[in-house]
């Protein structure tokens, strides 16, 4: 299970970007674009990771920011929602930042981000999170 308080590490979110986190030079516009002869049997390092890896991310980052989200507000939580993040097993506070799954569970927004990241299912229930949200855009 993921821990929403971890110190900041290389992952996924770090593949659109040529540097590391907390890279001095990520601030700065990126170099300009060169083309480079690759030799037969090169591999791309694997920090930088294939093409169709980093569209699966980019997409999945796009359908993550139209989850809904909010601050947790400890005025009576439904048994629905519960009152701890399942996946840090931290119980909300009031004011904590938290996403909602169409499925109507919540997360604390850094952790159920990450989980999304390598499955695109909710934690608790396993529903596909990807099939509920692009049905509710009525892209069919």
Known sequence: MGNC????SLDDLSLL?????????AA???PPYQEEEEEAGEALPHSLGSVEEQVR?????????HLPHGLYDDAGPSEKTGRECVICMLEFVSGDAVRYLPCLHTYHV???DDWLMRSFTCPSCMEPVDAALLSS???G
């Not at 308080?5 to 900041?8: R, S, T, W």
């Not at 970007?17 to 030079?25: C, I, L, T, V, Y």
Request: charged content about 20%; proline content about 10%.
């Open 5 to 8: 308080l971890k110190a900041a």
């Open 17 to 25: 970007h040529d540097s590391e986190p907390g890279d001095a030079q």
């Open 28 to 30: 700065g516009p990126p």
């Open 57 to 65: 991310v980019a997409q999945r980052l796009g359908l993550i920011q």
């Open 110 to 112: 850094e952790c159920i």
């Open 137 to 139: 855009y009525g892209t």
